[in-house]
C-alpha cells in the first residue's frame, strides 16, 4: 500500500547548506574535468568554489569523501521497484535496474568526472577501508539479503563473495566505457554481464 510521505520544507540554513554542497561539488567537477584527480586538491576546491576550509570540512571528510557523497548517495531508486519479488527472475531485474539507474547517473556527470573518479588513488572506492560498502552495492545486498530471508531464492556462495562479484562488474564496466571516452555500450555491456552472472548466480 502506497502512503503519501509528506516532507517539510527546507529551512534557510537547511536550503544554505544545499547550496554550499553544490558549490562545492561543482568546483570539484571542474577540477577534475580541467586538470584531473592530482589537481583536486582541498585548498583548490576551496578557492574554486569560494568557500573557507572550515565550510568545506563541515561538510565532507576528505574530498574523496566528497567525491563519494555524489556518485553514491544521488542516484534515485523507486523504492516500490525493490520491493518482494514474485521470483528469482524478478529480483534479477530489479538488480539490474538498480545498476542500469547508476549507468545513467555517471553518463549524467561525464566520462571525464567518471575517468578522473575512478582511480585506485581515490580511497573512497576501497570498501576494506569504508564502513559500508560503495552505493549502489549495499541497496543489492540488502535486497537480496531480504529476498534469501523471505525463501524467495537461494543463491550458490556467500553474499558477500556474490556482491563484491558483482561490483567488480560494475567497476568494470565503468572502466570500460571510460577507457573508450564513453563511446562504450555502457548500458549494454552492463546489462549483459551482470544477466550472465546472476543466471548462474541464483
Known amino acids: 500500500m502506497n502512503q503519501t510521505v509528506q516532507t517539510k520544507p527546507l529551512s534557510k540554513q537547511q536550503q544554505k547548506s544545499m547550496e554550499t554542497k553544490a558549490r562545492i561539488f561543482a568546483a570539484a567537477k571542474n577540477i577534475l574535468q580541467k586538470d584531473g584527480y592530482e589537481a583536486l586538491s582541498i585548498k583548490n576546491i576551496c578557492d574554486e568554489a569560494g568557500v573557507s576550509n572550515g565550510s568545506f570540512y563541515h561538510h565532507f571528510k576528505t574530498k574523496d569523501d566528497l567525491l563519494s557523497y555524489y556518485i553514491e548517495e544521488q542516484p534515485s531508486i523507486n523504492p516500490d521497484f525493490l520491493d518482494l519479488p514474485a521470483s528469482p527472475a524478478e529480483a534479477k531485474e530489479a538488480i539490474i535496474y538498480v545498476y542500469l539507474n547508476y549507468v545513467h547517473y ?70 570500460e566505457w571510460c577507457l573508450k571516452e564513453g563511446h562504450a555500450d555502457f548500458e549494454g555491456n552492463m546489462k549483459r554481464s551482470l544477466e550472465t552472472y546472476l543466471n548462474g548466480a541464483f
Open 106 to 175: 555517471c553518463q549524467d556527470l561525464g566520462v571525464e568526472f567518471m575517468s578522473n573518479y575512478y582511480t585506485p588513488k581515490n580511497q573512497s572506492l576501497n570498501p576494506l577501508i569504508r564502513t559500508e560498502r560503495p552505493y549502489p552495492i549495499v541497496t543489492v545486498h540488502n535486497y537480496l539479503q531480504k529476498c534469501m530471508d523471505a525463501g524467495i531464492l537461494q543463491i550458490s556462495g556467500d553474499l558477500e563473495a556474490l556482491t563484491t562479484d558483482i561490483r567488480m562488474i560494475v567497476i568494470g564496466n565503468v572502466f
